[in-house]
């Protein structure tokens, strides 16, 4: 079983469209995170939840939109897409902010 | 930018040589972990070092922390072909203890 799934893998979308990545894991992890990496590779966090609650919350656009339905699910949902928000969304889990479990990452592509 | 800043940004060896890559970051910690990423794949957890350590071991892996220069080194000894990838560091970060990446190093090794 895939610990920390997320989807879909590929997304290839217009700009202005409204777009959401899933993200379930079932490693029993109380903190989850999305990490954005751009095309130098460099991986940035966006948002941390832990139990539901979000605690970190970078300075990403409002049009960026997490929701955590419990604490083994965060989407990530993001309205009017724009062409800089193609990269590749990575989805992630841990307990006591220690080693993190990835996901295979979602691939944006905004045209 | 609170971003750790890895070196060499890239590292190309033949198999069989050791590969060193270098971590710094600015704020204090408490672990530091270091992530493999394989071309197009999610990050997997190599190691973790704890700040009151100064050295870990872990099959072909060496990681070095020294806290007093706010650095890390990851060593791969006996480098293989399939050891070609991305490596970051990992670490807690800026007041709310956001967990940051390095910038990464590319290694390829070369049958």
């Known amino acids: 079983d895939t610990a920390v799934s997320q989807t879909p893998k590929y997304l290839v979308t217009q700009m202005g469209n409204d777009k959401s990545i899933k993200c379930e894991q079932n490693l029993g992890h109380d903190t989850m995170y999305w990490y954005k990496q751009d095309s130098k590779k460099f991986l940035k966090i966006m948002f941390s939840y832990n139990n539901k609650e979000l605690i970190i919350n970078e300075t990403v656009p409002n049009r960026f939109s997490p929701k955590s339905p419990d604490k083994a699910h965060l989407n990530l949902h993001i309205n009017s897409l724009e062409l800089g928000d193609s990269a590749v969304y990575f989805c992630a889990s841990s307990q006591d902010q220690v080693e993190a479990f990835f996901g295979q990452g979602t691939r944006l592509t905004v045209v | 930018s609170q971003q750790g800043e890895e070196d060499p940004q890239a590292l190309s060896i033949q198999e069989g040589e050791n590969a060193t890559m270098n971590c710094s970051y600015k704020t204090s910690i408490n672990n530091l972990q270091w992530y493999r990423q394989n071309s197009g794949r999610g990050l997997v957890h190599l190691i973790l070092?704890?700040?009151?350590?100064r050295e870990k071991h872990s099959g072909r892996l060496r990681v070095t922390l020294d806290t007093s220069k706010k650095s890390s080194s990851l060593l791969i000894t006996a480098s293989r072909a399939a050891d070609t990838a991305s490596y970051f560091c990992r670490f807690p970060g800026g007041a709310t203890n956001k967990l940051i990446f390095g910038t990464g190093t590319l290694l390829a090794v070369q049958p």
């Open positions: 070092i704890r700040s009151n350590e």
